[in-house]
């Protein structure tokens, strides 16, 4: 799909799981149509293949373009995953797979096991295609020179999107910082015109200690720190991303009993309510808490506003389970976001 990358101000970074993949199905359409997603296709529940993690994408996405990449969690991987990552062939594996999908934007894989040369044929084979392409930094002393060497022998480096990703930043600041401008300064050294998008995520893998105040347990607020590292690199230098709210590395899910917990996102915190030793029906208390503290939840237009409208009047019915809730985040993020780069773009930041 042949987009012109800097039209789009916001690319969040998803993984294709049932929570993430619902709080984007459900953005407004003028909002879904606005941003590009980098999803990582990886295992569904109960599926050994990949079958049902695309047709979840293909359906969510409503003809919109994606940037397509595969997961690196090892939890997240199968077999159907292991292949589209062996650089056989210059990955043919992977290049056949992304091209089943017209709107999907493949990222150029690169492999513990690749060489260079299969890393250039595959970036050439896959501009061939006459759409649009991505690459991702994760490791930046590893990944950048890749990425230098596979677009200096790209017909046109504008075709590319290259997707620089910080990770987790919360305590990593300054370095995550330096180590974004560094991987962004030798792109431009090389590659003046690049195209370059940087993301990251601050959302934490425990929020108690975001208790406030401390030593109670009901209430909570965590600052964005994505936007601050953007602003540091420069936004006349790279385009806005994140993770959507999501933690960089995902735990495993458990058995047993877990503690209920809204998250309401607003343009530069998370709000949350969580209820200890509540079943599902703890819900609806956060619910109402979320709607005394945020008072434009009461008409926004939102998915995920009208998620919790809807708990706060008492019905939880097919509500209770915590991925429902982590939907509900990833809509309101992906959306207040959406709006915060829109006004950014056109200069209206303050």
């Not at 209920?260 to 996102?265: E, F, H, L, V, Y």
């Amino acid at each position: 799909m042949a987009i012109k990358f800097a039209d789009y101000p916001y690319y969040p970074s998803l993984r294709t799981r049932p929570a993430e993949i619902t709080g984007y199905a459900k953005l407004r359409p003028e909002v879904k149509r606005g941003l590009v997603p980098v999803m990582r296709v990886g295992a569904w529940p109960r599926c050994d293949d990949l079958s049902e993690s695309m047709h979840q994408l293909v359906t969510a996405a409503e003809g919109n373009p994606f940037i397509l990449d595969v997961t690196r969690e090892v939890m997240y991987q199968n077999d159907a995953v292991h292949k589209l990552l062996d650089p056989s062939d210059d990955f043919k594996a992977w290049r056949d797979f992304a091209y089943s999908f017209d709107q999907a934007i493949p990222t150029v894989q690169f492999s513990q096991t690749a060489r260079l040369p299969q890393i250039i044929r595959q970036t050439r084979q896959l501009e061939a295609w006459e759409r649009r392409i991505a690459f991702r930094v994760s490791d930046f002393q590893a990944d950048t020179s890749k990425v230098i060497t596979a677009m200096s022998a790209m017909d046109d480096p504008k075709n590319a999107l290259i997707v620089i990703d910080a990770g987790y930043i919360r305590e990593t600041m300054a370095a995550s910082i330096a180590a974004c401008v560094s991987s962004v300064n030798d792109i431009r050294d090389e590659i003046p015109d690049a195209e370059i998008a940087v993301i990251s995520t601050s959302y934490p893998a425990s929020v108690t200690s975001f208790l406030q105040p401390p030593g109670q347990a009901t209430s909570g607020v965590i600052n964005i720190l994505e936007r601050d590292l953007f602003e540091a690199i420069g936004a006349d230098a790279v385009i806005y991303g994140d993770h959507g709210s999501i933690h960089a590395r995902a735990k495993a899910a458990t058995g047993g009993k877990y503690t209920p917990q809204i998250d309401c996102a607003l343009y530069d915190a998370w709000i949350f309510e969580r209820r200890p030793n509540a079943d599902g029906e703890g819900y609806i208390d956060a619910a109402r808490s979320i709607l005394t503290q945020w008072n434009e939840g009461r008409t926004d237009d939102t998915w995920g506003a009208e998620m919790i409208r809807k708990a706060a009047t008492g019905d939880v019915e097919g509500m209770k389970s915590r991925a429902h809730w982590i939907a509900v985040r990833v809509n309101l993020h992906l959306t207040r976001q959406f709006e915060l780069s829109q006004q950014v773009a056109a200069g209206e930041e303050d």
